[in-house]
């Protein structure tokens, strides 16, 4: 066997491998099939959009197969050998692609551990692997990862590079894996394989992409010119893809195709032509639906990528009702398909050669891609009343899935299965067509086949709608933005999910803020998960048994919050080339419903309620399509006990999120604030523009002032620094709880001043130096009516400390106070004009603070508690721990080389630090934290000279 053959991509390379070793007849080369070409060129053009086109799909290996890792692996072997697509791989020669079919070789699997059926571990694996490109030239066109529960094999993860296969070749692979596994061999021969494919579409099917090249030719020539519009600056990435989940769509299609004897395909192929076409009064449109092309005898088993696009031009003339529609959809659709089976090659030679140029030709209309399986056997039809299906529809579920950076078309609709019904796609292209069309054109698609399940529906087909927007493509197609005149109460989906209606407020759109831009940057900055934490910002509030909190209370109360505080619907997208944040009037937002599995063990739902925050907070917004804020309520006994709350730090900062959990809890409890809300992130934005523009040119003149000649506490490097490169630091201090106020009550200062100054002062470490430069964060809450501001409004200010006569800590504190002042005062400002200051100095604006301690104060406790002793000396000096610093995570990336948080801790006070570790060692950042609250201890209770090392 060539071992050499093993390629495995370095994300999983290190992990568990086992080695699954084949042969097989049909070794050669071949040309590209056609199917394989025009996924080629499509690379060529546009990228690879992996995520798109990796195919995905798991088999369940039941427990009583008692299938182990050796089994499965033989079986995978046999699998490989017996399918020669599965060992070609994509090779450019002398600047041609070629497929090569390997006699033998070697595939690795990845073994991954699971819990209960390993359904869940392999949902992570299918996504690990679906998420990263293949190496078409390197790689086997499939990835196989082992899931075992115990000693048994319970899911084989498989993804297929849509190269050699397409969705329904890889069905037939995986129905042989399954008798492989349970049997341990197949009697039947395999179908064709890819390299077949390709010779024979190369040699006797030449006869067939000709007449089919001729069908298209005569086709277009009946297709009025459709240009595209002018486009406009569109999101980042551009496609962006809708997604409507519907048993009732399930239902309908069914029901109509049975109605008038045609596929359920063509339901709704005929669905998305009638609601694209939208009140239009062209009388021609191109459809162009995928093809299978498994028509040729001895295709059906074929694994191969046969996947080709029909066209055909449809009629609309007349006005037809939708079962007319239907029927003319129906014939168009099958004289596509029949004409789907060509060389792309001659395709483009035959267009060409009019001048017509096929890669922008056909990109206004729809594309559409029906890639549900059939189930086999007579499908029953379904025996429902008009009333319930469309009850059925308050179960459908609308939501955004991974955009795309390229398409070949402005509009592509794909359908899938899906276990609550079917799953349909549409993916939009945002410089042509708004986001705000997609979830009406979904859901006007459901309506309009749930009258058509029982009712004849008259042109224009759509259902009745109150229209708020319409943009019309080149070709006449209208995407309407709509609201149904009577909507369907869609209250609780089937998985337990609910939505929080709200209306009544302004469409409106401004530039970020202040603070908005700061938190962007990071936001481009930080793709790694790890850093997520950094942007979202999780919150639990606990609702008393007493309350009495039901579902429905609760998601009146989270429509209030959302119609009161006008920033949590507030979306960041691109206008003319700039960010601007756009508020809704109206809308929805998901909340979901989690009843506590076990009560007994989790009473007040507190545990369920964490491990939903984390959930929520694990991946990043996306601020085009999201709310800056994701919902979910724990329930104990069809009781709320807690409301789960992650907000984005992009609409949000502390003391915002402090103020929407305190109006939360009054509208649960009450139902109302009394209250009026304060100025929200528009607001904001529109006194920066103007009344706050004095003060950011202060603060910037401030910067420019006090930066020149400050030591650089991290300059140099002190090693290469282990990896990961950044490590994270916990210190959970009572002892520094307690010695803050001590010291804050002893010197007559803040305890956030405390914390300043004995940062400062072991950073220093009594080096001597003139002053030590930190930078602090700012709520800026100051202005006149920002206390109640909800709206991103911190900022880092620089605090520049004066050391100069070898102060001692009490002078130090002093002295720290004036500082922090001047530097919470300067920390409110334009940061395209901070950054074009900076870079007027020669300065890089990104790296020019890292050399810096950056220290952020994040607690919302009150600095005093009147009337409360502390403790005394002996007492306070037992609160303090030895080496209790945990080390507690790491990080790929960070902008600083050391950021100290200051946190609100149960009795406590926490000190985190992240550490450049080539700057500050572990040890070293430990020491920071540690001498921090040993400096605070002692100055609690006795003075502290410089150079500030406390006694003993």
């Known amino acids: 066997m060539r071992f050499a053959d093993v390629v495995v991509p370095a994300q999983w390379a290190s992990e568990t491998l086992l080695s699954a070793e084949f042969s097989g007849d049909g070794a050669g080369s071949a040309p590209l099939t056609w199917a394989q070409q025009v996924m080629w060129r499509s690379l060529a053009r546009y990228g690879s959009n992996h995520v798109f086109l990796n195919l995905r799909r798991t088999v369940p290996v039941s427990a009583r197969a008692g299938a182990d890792p050796a089994a499965v692996v033989r079986a995978v072997g046999a699998l490989v050998g017996r399918h020669g697509a599965l060992r070609t791989r994509v090779r450019v020669v002398d600047d041609v692609p070629r497929q090569e079919t390997a006699a033998a070789g070697v595939l690795p699997l990845l073994v991954s551990p699971g819990v209960d059926d390993g359904a869940r571990a392999a949902r992570e694996v299918a996504g690990r692997f679906g998420d990263v490109a293949f190496d078409h030239a390197a790689e086997w066109p499939l990835r196989v990862a082992l899931v075992t529960v115990g000693d048994r094999v319970r899911q084989i993860v498989v993804v297929f590079s849509h190269s050699t296969v397409d969705a329904h070749a890889a069905e037939v692979v995986l129905r042989d894996l399954r008798l492989l596994v349970l049997r341990g061999g197949l009697p039947t021969p395999a179908g064709p394989q890819s390299v077949d494919v390709a010779r024979w579409q190369h040699g006797t099917d030449q006869g067939r992409s000709a007449r089919a090249v001729g069908h298209w030719l005569r086709e277009f020539d009946m297709l009025p ?80 990528n046969l996947g080709q696009i029909g066209f055909g031009v449809l009629d609309l003339s007349g006005r037809p009702h939708f079962g007319e529609l239907l029927s003319r959809v129906w014939r168009v659709s099958l004289d596509a398909l029949r004409h789907a089976y060509y060389d792309p090659v001659a395709l483009r030679l035959g267009f060409e050669q009019r001048g017509v140029d096929p890669a922008s030709a056909f990109q206004p209309y729809h594309y559409f891609n029906d890639v549900r399986l059939p189930v086999g056997g007579v499908d029953r039809l379904p025996a429902v009343t008009p009333e319930a299906l469309r009850a059925a529809t ?59 399940a029982f009712d004849d529906v008259p042109w224009p087909w759509s259902p009745p709608t109150v229209t708020t927007g319409t943009v019309t493509t080149g070709t ?128 007040d739902g507190a545990r369920v309620a964490a491990e939903l925050a984390t959930r929520l907070a694990g991946s990043p917004f996306d601020h085009a399509v999201e709310y800056p804020l994701r919902v979910a309520l724990v329930t104990v006994a069809d009781t709320v006990r807690q409301v789960v709350l992650v907000f984005s730090h992009c609409a949000v900062d502390f003391h915002a999120a402090a103020t929407v959990l305190r109006d939360l809890r009054l509208l649960l409890l009450r139902g109302t604030a009394d209250d009026p809300p304060g ?99 700012a709520n800026n809450r100051f202005p006149p009516g920002y206390d109640r501001a909800v709206a991103t409004l911190n900022q880092i200010g ?18 720290a106070g004036r500082a922090g002042l001047d530097a919470y005062r300067h920390a409110y400002y334009d940061p395209v004009e901070f950054e074009r200051a900076f870079t007027g100095r020669g300065d890089d604006h990104r790296s020019v603070l890292a050399p810096l301690c950056y220290l952020n104060d994040t607690r919302l406790a009150p600095e005093v508690h009147p009337g409360v002793p502390g403790p005394d000396e002996a007492a306070l000096r037992a609160m303090v721990v030895p080496d209790a610093v945990r080390w507690v995570g790491e990080l790929d990336r960070f902008a600083w080389r050391c950021r100290v948080q200051v946190r609100d801790a149960p009795g406590a006070v926490e000190l985190a630090v992240t550490a450049d570790t080539r700057y500050l060692p572990v040890e070293r950042a430990g020491r920071l934290l540690s001498g921090v609250e040993a400096l605070l201890v002692e100055a609690a209770f006795h003075d502290v000279p410089w150079p500030w090392s406390p006694a003993g």
């Open 798 to 815: 620089l605090c520049r400390l004066d050391l100069t006569g070898r102060p001692d800590f009490g002078t130090l504190l002093s002295r």
């Open 476 to 603: 006449g197609t209208a995407l309407t933005a709509t609201a149904a005149a009577e909507p369907v109460e869609r209250t609780t989906a089937a998985d337990g999910s609910t939505y929080a209606e709200f209306a009544g407020g302004r469409v409106a759109t401004a530039p970020l803020t202040w603070g908005q831009r700061a938190m962007w940057r990071t936001v481009a900055e930080f793709q790694a998960p790890a850093a997520y934490r950094v942007l979202t910002l999780p919150r639990t509030l606990a609702v008393s048994v007493r309350a009495g909190v039901d579902v429905p209370r609760a998601v009146r109360a989270m429509g209030a919050l959302l119609a009161r505080h006008e920033s949590l619907r507030t979306r960041v997208r691109p206008y003319d080339g700039q960010l601007c944040q756009e508020a809704s009037a109206a809308g929805r937002l998901p909340v979901g419903v989690h009843a506590v599995p076990r009560p007994a063990d989790d009473p």
């Open 394 to 452: 308050t179960g459908s579920t609308f939501g955004w899935t991974a955009g795309l950076d390229r398409a070949a078309w402005h509009l592509l609709t794909h359908v899938v299965d899906e276990p609550a019904g079917v799953g349909v796609t549409l993916t939009v292209d945002t410089r042509q067509l708004p986001l705000e069309t997609v979830e009406p054109f979904l859901r006007g698609l459901e309506e309009l086949l749930v009258r058509a």
């Open 679 to 777: 100025l929200q992130s528009l607001d904001v934005a529109g006194q920066e523009r103007t009344v706050q523009q004095r003060r950011s040119q202060r603060a910037v003149a401030y910067w420019l002032r006090q930066f020149p000649g400050l030591p650089m506490t991290l300059a140099d490097p002190v090693g290469t620094g282990p990896g990961p490169r950044y490590r994270q630091g916990s210190l959970v201090s009572p002892a520094v709880l307690h010695a803050t106020r001590l010291v804050a009550t002893r010197h007559g200062v803040s305890t956030s001043t405390a914390l300043l100054a004995a940062t400062a002062a072991v950073l220093d470490g009594g080096t001597g130096q003139d002053a030590c430069g930190i930078v602090v964060m």
């Open 225 to 304: 010119p459709s240009p595209l519009p002018a486009p406009g600056p569109g999101l980042t990435p551009p496609w962006r893809r809708g997604v409507l989940v519907s048993a009732a769509v399930d239902t309908a299609i069914r029901l109509i195709a049975a109605r008038h004897r045609v596929s359920g395909s063509a339901v709704l192929l005929a669905g998305v032509t009638a609601m694209a076409a939208g009140h239009g009064d062209r009388e021609r449109t191109g459809i162009f639906p995928m093809a299978h092309n498994r028509f040729r005898a001895g295709y059906a088993n074929a694994v191969a």
